[in-house]
């Protein structure tokens, strides 16, 4: 029941682009995106929603592909302050807007100079 | 808006021991949630409230787990008896339920029984 997220890490360089996957095996309602530093709280980056709603930064891209259940989150230009570890946390049809998520494993992103 | 804030940002327990967390939510925000957090993993729901309300708590969660948010407002977590297998990072995050709402976390609690 917990998204898959690929890769499992990634290593940039300033500048550069990645894209963060997140795969449920289960019907979607939400996607939510969020990126935790070392120490730190999970930030919140954005909600795509069934039906194609996004909520969230407007410097941030994302996908939601409802009949795949499936989300990408794409990095574009990337810089250090973007280096954290990325999560997806998805509800399900039931449990939408409850705010219950079930989160991936993470995504860990270094950028380097 | 001053964020959410949790108290202690430590907690060093020996087996057995019964611990206290404390949570204060974005004060205009009626819910509350509390996660656990393990080394590499994502955030882990364990139960959640609107305003006084608790709705739901994780079937995971053991009987030795209680949250309390006795006003609609602070939020308490105790576990008695903690057992080594509780040594984590609990993270408290609230949110105004409206509609799909960002959760906003808190710093965490960091947990260690030794």
């Known amino acids: 029941q917990q998204p898959v997220q690929s890769p499992q890490a990634v290593i940039l360089r300033e500048g550069e682009d990645a894209v963060i996957n997140c795969s449920s095996s289960?019907?979607?309602?939400?996607v939510h995106w969020y990126r935790q530093k070392h120490g730190e709280a999970p930030v919140f980056l954005m909600i795509l929603l069934k039906g194609g709603e996004q909520k969230g930064h407007e410097k941030i891209s994302a996908s939601f592909n409802e009949k795949k259940q499936q989300s990408s989150l794409y990095l574009t230009a990337s810089q250090l302050s973007y280096s954290g570890t990325y999560f997806c946390?998805?509800?399900?049809?039931?449990?939408?807007?409850?705010?219950?998520?079930?989160f991936g494993q993470g995504t860990t992103l270094q950028v380097k100079p | 808006d001053t964020g959410v804030s949790q108290d202690p940002r430590h907690k060093i327990t020996k087996r057995g021991q019964n611990v206290t967390f404390r949570c204060d939510p974005i004060s205009e925000h009626n819910r509350l949630y509390w996660y656990r957090q393990t080394l590499g993993q994502g955030p882990e729901f364990l139960t959640y409230?609107?305003?006084?309300?608790?709705?739901?708590k994780s079937r995971l969660l053991s009987d030795r787990f209680s949250a309390e948010r006795p006003k609609g407002s602070f939020s308490t977590l105790e576990i008695q008896r903690t057992e080594q297998g509780d040594s984590a990072m609990y993270l408290c995050a609230s949110s105004s339920g409206t509609g799909a709402s960002p959760l906003h976390f808190g710093n965490g609690t960091r947990l260690t029984v030794t």
């Open positions: 289960k019907a979607l309602y939400s």
């Open positions: 946390g998805t509800d399900k049809p039931g449990s939408s807007n409850t705010g219950k998520l079930i």
């Open positions: 409230f609107q305003n006084e309300a608790q709705l739901e």
